[in-house]
């Protein structure tokens, strides 16, 4: 292949060839001289090649259309067959059909952890709520019932509290009578309450 510098060479030696053969008709057609139409030549190729570049990008843009429209089309029927399986294999997903159909595309199992996440959240920010769980506890007295049972429970099983470390109990010391007649209160006292087991 030759380079520019090659055709302009050549060229010119033919002009010249063709200049002393005595005049004859211009070799190069309208161009008046071999530079405007090496010129003209140069502008033609880049013309062509970005034309040529343009129908490439335009030709692949509507391949990647074609994929696109044709991945849509068989999502949609597989999106029926999907959530057909889906509902097959998770049965508790049933309860969440209408949230299915709803949802914009997309596979179910992912549909399917949104709705979940969504839900959790929900009884979270319920479960935080103290005015909820206290009206959901007094509607249902088997639930009140094991809130009572559980409280005296941990009553029962604690310890108390005492002022000193080491197990030592505050004792407060004896109350002793001064007299016959507290003596005798005392004794009444202590027979009147005392329980018999």
């Known amino acids: 292949m030759k380079r520019k510098g090659e055709y302009l060479s050549g060229a010119t030696h033919t002009a010249e060839a063709e200049i002393n053969d005595g005049g004859m008709q211009s070799a190069y057609g309208k ?7 090496l010129r003209a030549y140069d502008s033609l190729e ?3 090649t ?3 570049q343009r129908l490439k990008e335009l030709e692949r843009e509507a391949e990647r259309t074609e994929q696109r429209e044709t991945a849509q089309k068989s999502s949609q029927g597989e999106k029926e067959y999907d959530l057909e399986t889906f509902m097959e294999r998770f049965p508790r997903a049933k309860t969440y059909y209408e949230k299915f159909t709803a949802a914009d595309g997309g596979d ?3 549909t399917y952890i949104g709705i979940l996440e969504k839900e959790i959240s ?3 920010s319920k479960l935080n709520d103290k005015a909820f769980l206290l009206s959901a506890a007094s509607e249902d007295p088997t639930v009140s019932g094991e809130i009572v049972n559980a409280y005296l429970k941990k009553l029962i099983n604690s310890k108390p509290q005492t002022l000193f470390g080491g197990g030592n109990a505050l004792v407060a010391p004896p109350r002793r009578p001064n ?3 507290e003596a005798s209160l005392m004794a009444e006292n202590y027979l ?3 329980k018999i087991r």
């Open 31 to 37: 161009f008046k001289d071999l530079e405007t139409l």
């Open 46 to 48: 880049a013309e062509f």
């Open 50 to 52: 970005r034309r040529s």
């Open 108 to 110: 179910a199992e992912r």
């Open 122 to 124: 929900e009884k979270e």
């Open 179 to 181: 007299s016959l007649s």
């Open 192 to 194: 009147k309450n005392r």
